[in-house]
C-alpha cells in the first residue's frame, strides 16, 4: 500500500451554527487519490493490520487524542501526514514492553514521540467538589499578594 499525502482544508458548520475548518488528508491508495480526514486515514491504516490485545485496548484512546493534538497543533498534523509510519505501528510502539499496566498519560506521550521525536504531553490536574474548585482553596492561597488594610488601625484612639 502506497500512501501519499497533501493537505486540504473544507469549511463546515457545526451543530452550535459555528464555523470550523476541517483538515483534509489526501493520499493514493492503490493508484486511486483519496481526500480524508486524520480519523479516517488512522482508521485505513489499520484495515488490514494484526493488532494484538494491548494494542486494540488503546486504539480508541490513543486515535482520539492523537485527532485532538492534529487539533490543536498543526505541525504535528503535517508530521503524521509525511512520516510514512501507519498508525498499526504506532501502537505496537507505544504498548512495546509494556508489564501489567500502563498509565494513561504514558500511553499519550509514545503514540506523540513515535510521529514527532522529542514532543512531550503536559498535564494538569485539579480536584473539583463540584463546587467548581472553590473549596480547594485555603485562604493563605486565596490572600497571597493581597494588600490587607485593617482601618481600624489607621485610627488612635
Known amino acids: 500500500m502506497m500512501l501519499r499525502t497533501s493537505k486540504k ?3 463546515k458548520s457545526s451543530p452550535k451554527g459555528a464555523k470550523q475548518i476541517l483538515h483534509k488528508t489526501s493520499i493514493t491508495l492503490a493508484g486511486e487519490k483519496v481526500n480524508m480526514s486524520i ?5 485505513a491504516e489499520l484495515t ?6 494491548y494494542e486494540t485496548a488503546v486504539k480508541n484512546a490513543v486515535m482520539k487524542t492523537i485527532c485532538k493534538f492534529c487539533e490543536q497543533n498543526a505541525e504535528f498534523k503535517q508530521a503524521i501526514e509525511q512520516s510514512g509510519k501507519s ?3 504506532c501502537l505496537k510502539a507505544t504498548v512495546k514492553g509494556v508489564g501489567a499496566s500502563l498509565e ?3 500511553v499519550y506521550k509514545r503514540a506523540v514521540a513515535f510521529y514527532f521525536p522529542g514532543a512531550d ?3 494538569t490536574m485539579t480536584l473539583d467538589l463540584g463546587d467548581g474548585g472553590f473549596s480547594s482553596k485555603t485562604s493563605t492561597e486565596a490572600d497571597s499578594g493581597k494588600l490587607q488594610l485593617d482601618l481600624d488601625s489607621l485610627l488612635d484612639f
Not at 480519523?39 to 482508521?43: A, G, I, Q, V, Y
Not at 488490514?48 to 490485545?53: M, P
Open 121 to 123: 504531553i503536559k498535564c
Open 87 to 89: 498508525f498499526a505501528d
Open 48 to 53: 488490514d493490520a494484526k493488532l494484538g490485545k
Open 9 to 11: 482544508s473544507k469549511k
Open 39 to 43: 480519523k479516517e486515514k488512522l482508521t
Open 104 to 106: 494513561d498519560l504514558e
